[in-house]
C-alpha cells in the first residue's frame, strides 16, 4: 500500500500521509531512547516487535467496545491508523509504584498502590512532558471537562483490559501510559485511543521473579530489549514459541 509524504517523526515512529483522506501509515522505529532522549539506541527488531504487541492491545480494546486509531496492519513495521487530532496529554495509569512516581514520594518500587492513579503530563519534549493538574488542562483549553471525563473512563477500561491480558500470562502491569485523540465524524467528534500500546509505554514485571519485561531493560541496561519484548510477545501469543521452519517444497515426479 502506497504510502504519502511525511508529516512527522518522532522518537519511536514516522507518520506518513495515507492512501485515503483522513488515513495515516504509521512506520515503528527500532530506535530507543530514554531519559528524554539523553540516552539513545537502535534495537534491532524492537520496531517490529512493537507494531505486532500494539496491533493485538487495539483490536483487543476494539472486541470490548473501547474505540482506538487503528484500523489494520500493513507489513512488518507499518500499520494504517483514523487521522486524529491528538489531545497534548500522556495520560499515565499506575497501578504500583515505580519510576518518577516512586522517587517523588519516596516509595519503594513495587508497593502496590491503594487504587489506580491517574497522572497527566503536557507533551511537550522541551519541557520534559511536565505533570499537570487538571485545573491546568481546563484553564488552557487542553480538554472539557466532559473530555476528561471520557479521557478518566477509557483508561480506567483501557487498565482493565491489560492487567487482565497481562496477569493471564503471569505479567504484572505496574503502570503504562496512553495518548487519545479525537475524531471528527461531521458535526460530532469522539474520543480514541491514539499512538501505541507496547512495552515502550508500559512497565511490566514478571509475576513470580519480577523480571523486567519492558523499556526499563534499556534504562537501566539489564539485558537485550528484543528479548524483553519477544518474551512479551511468546506469553501472548502474538508469536509462535517454536516457529515452523521454512524449507524449500519436495517435488513428486
Not at 502506497?2 to 492512501?19: D, F, I, N, Q, T
Not at 512506520?27 to 540516552?39: L, P, Q, S, V
Not at 477509557?154 to 475524531?183: C, P, Q, T, W
Not at 519485561?213 to 517454536?242: C, I, M, S, W
Amino acid at each position: 500500500m502506497a504510502r504519502g509524504k511525511k508529516l512527522y517523526e518522532g522518537k519511536a515512529k514516522v507518520l506518513y500521509e495515507g492512501p485515503e483522506p483522513g488515513t495515516i501509515v504509521q512506520y515503528f522505529k527500532d530506535d530507543a531512547t530514554a531519559f528524554n532522549a539523553e540516552k539513545k539506541d537502535v534495537i534491532d527488531g524492537k520496531g517490529v516487535l512493537n507494531n505486532r504487541l500494539s496491533e493485538f492491545f487495539m483490536l483487543g480494546l476494539d472486541q470490548i467496545g473501547v474505540p482506538t486509531h487503528f484500523l489494520k496492519r500493513l507489513n512488518m513495521r507499518e500499520q494504517l491508523v483514523r487521522r486524529c487530532e491528538i489531545v497534548p496529554l500522556e495520560i499515565i495509569v499506575r497501578n504500583f509504584a515505580a519510576g518518577s512516581m516512586a522517587k517523588r514520594l519516596g516509595m519503594e518500587e513495587g508497593t502496590k498502590l491503594p487504587r489506580p492513579i491517574i497522572e497527566y503530563s503536557y507533551k511537550d519534549d522541551a519541557l520534559g512532558d511536565p505533570l499537570v493538574p487538571e485545573e491546568y488542562i481546563a484553564a488552557f483549553g487542553w480538554a472539557s471537562q466532559h473530555d476528561m471525563d471520557d479521557i478518566y473512563s477509557i483508561a480506567m477500561r483501557v487498565n482493565d483490559y491489560l492487567s487482565g491480558v497481562m496477569y493471564g500470562v503471569g505479567i504484572k502491569l505496574i503502570d503504562f501510559k496512553i495518548e487519545v485523540g479525537r475524531v471528527f465524524e461531521g458535526d460530532f467528534q469522539r474520543l480514541v485511543v491514539a499512538d501505541e500500546i507496547s512495552p515502550d509505554s508500559c512497565r511490566l514485571w514478571d509475576i513470580e521473579t519480577g523480571k523486567k519485561l519492558d523499556k526499563d531493560v534499556f534504562r537501566q541496561d539489564l539485558g537485550n530489549l528484543t528479548d524483553a519484548y519477544t518474551e512479551v510477545a511468546h506469553r501472548l501469543g502474538v508469536l509462535p514459541k517454536n516457529p515452523t521452519p521454512v524449507t524449500k517444497p519436495t517435488l513428486i515426479n
